[in-house]
């Protein structure tokens, strides 16, 4: 195959792949049967609004535009950290068609320079969506870096998750996790974390610690709920 018909074969998948694989996560989304557990925690702080920093492990992020903006009629801007890398791309269009607004960066690549950026749009009232160990991992491993965003913000960072009873779970790093169309699902707001503007860096730690045990901890719950995974 030449160069010239793959980078056309490019083009088309960036120009239109990305809709599409909207539309797909929307329609799944709307198919879910979906039970809410823990939601009043976060009920509680939007009516008190707080600034809030959403915390998922990487596997679970698919369904988490839908949950977010069509279950629970947002109205501030929400903001997802998006790789630099070239699938990066992919997915920044994807969430844009999704509804929410991306910010370019890296934990790893430039991280001081994507924390200033994620200071920035939730000093100018939104809220910001991270997968803490992501984008490239280790599994299930909070990274120090939403811990320090948390700190200069004031922000309250709300450990969530996402299980279903029928889905697919991918052998990738992050056992990517896809719900199948109508099963029955589970969303779980665990206990939200704050972290004072005076923390040292032991407080940091036990903090990051903490945020690590409460995801851990509600997403065994979601997958005990619908049993144990099944893999492909």
């Known amino acids: 195959m030449s160069n010239k018909l793959l980078r056309r074969l490019d083009w088309l998948l960036l120009r239109f792949g990305p809709y599409l694989g909207s539309?797909?996560?929307?329609?799944?989304?709307?198919?879910?049967?979906l039970e809410y557990r823990g939601v009043e925690k976060l009920k509680t702080l939007f009516k008190q609004d707080k600034k809030l920093i959403y915390a998922f492990w990487h596997?679970?992020?698919?369904?988490?535009?839908?949950?977010?903006?069509?279950?629970?009629?947002?109205?501030?801007?929400l903001a997802v950290l998006i790789s630099l890398h070239r699938d990066g791309e992919y997915i920044s269009r994807t969430a844009q068609h999704c509804d929410l607004q991306v910010i370019r960066g890296s934990s790893s690549r430039k991280g001081a320079q994507s924390i200033r950026k994620l200071l920035r749009f939730i000093q100018n009232g939104g809220e910001i969506a991270l997968t803490p160990d992501g984008p490239r991992g280790p599994?299930?491993?909070?990274?120090?870096?939403?811990?320090?965003?948390?700190?200069?913000?004031?922000a309250w960072v709300v450990p969530i998750t996402l299980g279903a009873v029928k889905k697919i779970c991918f052998s990738s790093w992050d056992k990517f996790l896809i719900p199948w169309p109508f099963s029955k699902a589970v969303f779980i707001c665990g206990e939200p974390l704050w972290i004072p503007p005076?923390?040292?860096?032991?407080?940091?730690?036990t903090k990051?610690?903490?945020?690590?045990?409460?995801?851990?901890?509600?997403?065994a719950e979601a997958d005990a709920y619908t049993k144990l995974p099944s893999n492909i």
């Open 59 to 77: 596997g679970r992020l698919l369904m988490m535009p839908y949950v977010f903006l069509k279950q629970h009629h947002r109205t501030k801007p």
């Open 208 to 219: 990051r610690r903490e945020l690590e045990q409460k995801l851990s901890r509600i997403t």
């Open 23 to 33: 539309r797909i996560i929307k329609a799944l989304g709307w198919s879910l049967r």
């Open 198 to 205: 005076e923390a040292g860096a032991e407080d940091l730690e």
């Open 139 to 154: 599994r299930y491993q909070v990274q120090p870096g939403i811990i320090q965003l948390a700190k200069l913000s004031g």
